[in-house]
């Protein structure tokens, strides 16, 4: 993984609420199901669900790492995504968050909560995984999400990558994968030109639908993909 500030891969980590409104997600369809939180990062999802206990584990290349390690990726990230925020009023959207501040609060604040979970179930509900190969049986899962890793970093994953990656999902899922968002980085907004190959090429797999979701932060990231197995 390359690592300068332009062309790396952010380990980062969004709410529990923000999840619930990127993928339009309610607490009542969650029950009773297996989900796997795919690329998750620092993301408090899991935690959030362990701790009332629905059926959840995350998967991420990183989570070979120990907590202290983590911490420190984290932390080196946090530092740079401020810089890179901070002006760019014109690209994102701060009805979520008020501004690059809070937003910087919140993402701490979501960290703190997944590293304190990290470091009690590393390896029993966060599970270290390279898409794309998984390592889980087929059907295993039956609501898979990813977010924030394909499609917006087309430019870094290409093509194959993402083809593969999204079979692989649907090996291990037995009914529906949702991706968010659709669009690429610095895209101004525009969507990844994979997705239409993608749908195009993986049809007899699978039913492709594009969601409008109530939830924008970068300049057309109000969609996601639902993908349901046929
Ligand atoms: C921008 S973060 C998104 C984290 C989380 N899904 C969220 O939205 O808050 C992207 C994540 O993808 C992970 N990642 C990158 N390449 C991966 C791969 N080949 N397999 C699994 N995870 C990967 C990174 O380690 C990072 O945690």
């Not at 990183?62 to 984290?74: A, D, F, S, T």
């Not at 979501?110 to 270290?128: M, Q, W």
């Not at 997705?195 to 300049?219: G, H, M, Q, T, W």
């Amino acid at each position: 993984m390359v690592s300068d500030k332009n062309s790396k891969i952010w380990f980062l980590g969004r709410s529990y609420d923000e999840y619930i409104k990127m993928f339009s997600l309610n607490k009542e369809e969650l029950k009773n199901i297996r989900i796997l939180d795919c690329a998750a990062g620092a993301s408090s999802f899991t935690s959030h669900l362990l701790r009332k206990g629905y059926d959840i584990k995350a998967v991420d290349i990183l989570y070979n790492k120990n907590p202290e390690e983590i911490k420190k990726q984290c932390q080196n990230d946090f530092n740079t995504l401020l810089d890179v925020h901070s002006g760019l009023d014109n690209k994102v959207n701060w009805k979520f968050f008020k501004n690059p501040e809070n937003m910087i609060e919140q993402r701490i604040k979501v960290y703190k909560e997944f590293i304190t979970d990290y470091s009690l179930y590393k390896g029993i509900k966060y599970i270290e995984g390279h898409l794309p190969s998984l390592p889980f049986n087929d059907n295993y899962f039956d609501l898979v999400l990813s977010s924030h890793l394909l499609f917006l970093y087309q430019d870094r994953l290409g093509y194959d990558f993402h083809r593969k990656s999204i079979e692989e999902m649907l090996r291990i899922s037995s009914d529906e994968i949702r991706i968010y968002p659709i669009v690429k980085l610095r895209g101004e907004g525009s969507k990844s030109e994979f997705l239409s190959r993608i749908i195009k090429e993986l049809c007899n797999l699978a039913n492709f639908e594009i969601v409008k979701v109530d939830y924008k932060f970068r300049r057309g990231g109000d969609e996601m993909l639902k993908i349901t197995k046929t």
